[in-house]
């Protein structure tokens, strides 16, 4: 799995079939009315992967799809850091400045 994506479902367009439950029950639980609820997380391996897609391709409401993950504030990496500003601590020079470069964000 190169890029990683989250199951999603479109609640306006849900009827409550509960296919995708039957063929995914690792991200897909239903409610007490039969709608799919999905896990929030991305999708954890290829394994997952493949049983949320047939779930996708099975479901009658074109209800599910993925969307990609953007690398997030974890790509964030302290270059300088040091301990926490004071009232009146200098701008620049130890502890005053905690710096952040972020690599690969693409923006946006
Ligand atoms: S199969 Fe589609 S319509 Fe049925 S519960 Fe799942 S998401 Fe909803």
């Given at each position: 799995?190169?890029?990683?994506?989250?199951?999603?479902?479109?609640?306006?367009?849900?009827?409550?079939?509960?296919?995708?439950?039957?063929?995914?029950?690792?991200?897909?639980?239903?409610?007490?009315?039969g709608y799919?609820?999905?896990?929030?997380?991305?999708?954890?391996?290829?394994?997952?992967?493949?049983?949320?897609?047939?779930?996708?391709?099975?479901?009658?409401?074109?209800?599910?799809?993925?969307?990609?993950?953007?690398p997030a504030?974890?790509?964030?990496?302290?270059?300088?850091?040091?301990?926490?500003?004071?009232?009146?601590?200098?701008?620049?020079?130890?502890?005053?400045?905690?710096?952040?470069?972020?690599?690969?964000?693409?923006?946006?």
């Amino acid at each position: 799995m190169s890029e990683p994506v989250r199951l999603v479902v479109d609640a306006a367009r849900c009827d409550g079939h509960g296919i995708c439950a039957l063929r995914c029950p690792e991200l897909v639980t239903l409610d007490e009315w039969g709608y799919a609820g999905v896990d929030p997380g991305t999708v954890p391996d290829g394994r997952v992967l493949r049983r949320a897609r047939r779930a996708a391709a099975a479901c009658p409401a074109q209800a599910l799809s993925f969307v990609a993950v953007r690398p997030a504030p974890a790509d964030l990496r302290v270059i300088r850091a040091g301990p926490p500003p004071t009232a009146g601590a200098p701008r620049n020079g130890p502890g005053a400045v905690v710096r952040v470069h972020n690599q690969g964000h693409a923006g946006g």
